[in-house]
């Protein structure tokens, strides 16, 4: 079945720092991508999607590419605030039936002054 | 223009017992989903529901049973409660209008303990 690995967290960086959180998805066909955010005592909030191979999303300064030959959706941010500090969801949803949504495991970010 | 809203925001129940929580869907959205998210990990599908009707579960038994009203809110119920159903159960709307690329819009969840 349809599936989302994460890398395992904490991840733990100091502020301005380069952020890399790696994704990669087993489906069948091509799904749609995600990128969910979990702030403390919230639910999720997206963050970005691509809904296509060689799709970029991007929002709030975080990026992912959807790369359909690696199966990888790997969010990036070029500069990490104390205010990014979440879990963060990466996520699957087929673009055929149902709105189904699969997630990973999560990773959580942790951002120091 | 509210958001999806749940309730309640917690709630501690004991072993054997049952529990409704509540979800009011974005305004405009007419599909309801419910997902459990147990502590640290991610949230899984429990089951959706559209035109009160459920069209879609996930792996879940038969003690998880759900309901749509016509104003498209929705109730969650889970019946015997084992220590192992305590998680965040999150609620998401979204709008068949916008087809299978709609967005779903997440609650803040309801946070279920069992002891």
């Known amino acids: 079945g349809d599936s989302v690995t994460q890398m395992e967290g904490p991840v733990t960086l100091s502020e301005e720092a380069c952020l890399t959180i790696?994704?990669?998805?087993?489906?069948?066909?091509?799904?749609?991508l995600f990128w969910y955010v979990q702030y403390p005592g919230e639910g999720l909030q997206l963050l970005l999607k691509?809904?296509?191979?060689?799709d970029k999303g991007s929002n709030k300064g975080f990026e992912a590419t959807y790369r359909k030959e690696t199966t990888s959706f790997h969010l990036e941010k070029g500069s990490v605030q104390v205010s990014d500090s979440a879990v963060y969801f990466c996520?699957?949803?087929?673009?055929?039936?149902?709105?189904?949504?699969?997630f990973g495991t999560g990773t959580r970010l942790l951002v120091s002054p | 223009d509210a958001g999806v809203t749940q309730s309640p925001t917690h709630l501690i129940k004991t072993r054997g017992q049952q529990v409704t929580l509540r979800c009011s869907p974005k305004?405009?959205?007419?599909?309801v989903s419910w997902y459990q998210q147990a502590l640290g990990q991610g949230p899984q599908f429990i089951f959706q529901?559209?035109?009160?009707?459920?069209?879609q579960r996930g792996n879940f038994p038969d003690r998880f049973s759900g309901h749509q009203f016509p104003n498209y809110s929705s109730e969650l119920n889970v019946n015997a409660l084992l220590l192992g159903d305590s998680a965040l159960y999150l609620c998401?709307?979204?709008?068949?209008?916008?087809?299978?690329?709609?967005?779903?819009?997440f609650g803040e969840g309801s946070r279920l303990t069992v002891l």
């Open positions: 998401a709307s979204s709008s068949t209008r916008l087809g299978v690329t709609g967005e779903l819009f």
């Open positions: 790696n994704c990669t998805y087993t489906a069948t066909g091509y799904p749609s």
């Open positions: 691509a809904t296509k191979a060689d």
């Open positions: 996520a699957l949803r087929r673009n055929t039936g149902f709105q189904k949504l699969v």
């Open positions: 305004s405009g959205h007419d599909t």
């Open positions: 529901y559209y035109e009160e009707e459920e069209r």
